[in-house]
């Protein structure tokens, strides 16, 4: 079986810096993943495809200077409990430590998508007829609503309507082959 996953982390009260250099932030953060999928993939598990991360550094609706970071990848597998938990949690443990030594932030929250196109934060609110958004596994405040964060990490659906994501967000997204994609439907 093959499946399609997004991850995003939110550190809030990042350093303010005059360069935060997110190339080379891209390009780190894309090599830890490689590296713990390298580590993680087995006989039940294969890590196909990682996709190039999306870094951005904003003020949130509360003023805390924000670095979001959304990742995603592929992967094959072959059992039941196939979720890449163990990955995830290598990964935002190694971005913790590099994001909080170079930009002094802190994991605010975290979320996870599988085959559906936003990875975002909601309260159990529809933002399209039969299209939810995933709730974020980490920590949610009673008060957060679903325009927090939310970004396209999937974008190959013509009837989404991207506007009202990038109202809120810099226009950034994830467009994976349609191969690599071809299971999820509508």
Same mark, same amino acid.
């Given at each position: ?17 005059? *360069? ?43 003023? =805390? ?8 990848? =592929? ?64 920590? @949610? ?10 970004? =396209? ?7 989404? *309507?991207?506007?009202? @994501? ?21």
């Amino acid at each position: 079986m093959h499946a399609d996953r997004g991850l995003t982390a939110i550190y809030r009260n990042i350093e303010r810096k005059n *360069d935060y250099k997110l190339e080379w932030l891209k390009k780190t953060v894309k090599e830890v993943m490689e590296n713990q999928a390298k580590k993680k993939s087995n006989s039940t598990i294969n890590f196909e495809y990682i996709v190039d991360p999306i870094i951005n550094v904003f003020d949130d609706y509360r003023e =805390n200077y924000t670095l979001a970071i959304v990742m995603g990848y =592929n992967y094959f597998y072959n059992s039941e409990d196939h979720y890449p938990h163990q990955f995830e949690k290598e990964v935002l443990k190694s971005l913790g430590f590099l994001i909080g030594s170079e930009y002094k932030g802190v994991l605010y929250c975290f979320g996870i998508s599988q085959d559906v196109p936003y990875v975002g934060r909601q309260k159990s609110k529809e933002i399209f007829e039969g299209l939810l958004l995933q709730n974020y596994v980490g920590p @949610i405040p009673s008060d957060a609503s679903f325009d927090l964060y939310a970004w =396209n990490v999937v974008s190959e659906w013509s009837w989404v *309507d991207n506007s009202i @994501i990038y109202s809120i967000f810099p226009e950034e997204k994830i467009t994976l082959p349609k191969s690599k994609i071809s299971n999820i439907s509508r």
